[in-house]
Nanobody
Framework: QVQLVESGGGLVQAGGSLRLSCAAS????????MGWYRQAPGKERELVAA???????DYADSVKDRFTISRDNAKNTVYLQMNSLKPEDTDVYYC?????????????????WGQGTQVTVSS
């Protein structure tokens, strides 16, 4: 129902910076949350950062002093500015779009996902 197009991944040296972008299109709700998750080999997908349509943010402890998430509600686009990158930040990063769907009088949480963008940090 929602298409997510990611960009900005790449290869950088430790200490460098990258900016990820994710643009949402399709059945957009005015109240939603967007965020970034990453998944390392052998581990489950974990939250990196998220931001609601009202501007509230949440960060993983490992990135809260280095990464900044922001969004442009008019463009339905979320950004992740990643500074002071470390080799352990190397992962596939996935854009997430979270909303509530009405089904039979109930509101059910629903998530859409991007295809992922590779971030590689060399030492």
């Amino acid at each position: 129902q929602v298409q997510l197009v990611e960009s900005g991944g790449g290869l950088v040296q430790a200490g460098g910076s990258l900016r990820l972008s994710c643009a949402a299109s399709g059945s957009i709700d005015s109240i939603n949350a967007m965020g970034w998750y990453r998944q390392a080999p052998g581990k489950e997908r974990e939250l990196v950062a998220a931001i609601t349509s009202g501007g509230s943010t949440d960060y993983a402890d490992s990135v809260k002093d280095r990464f900044t998430i922001s969004r442009d509600n008019a463009k339905n686009t979320v950004y992740l500015q990643m500074n002071s990158l470390k080799p352990e930040d190397t992962d596939v990063y996935y854009c997430n779009y979270h909303r509530l769907l009405r089904q039979g009088g109930l509101f059910i949480p629903h998530d859409d996902w991007g295809q992922g963008t590779q971030v590689t940090v060399s030492s």
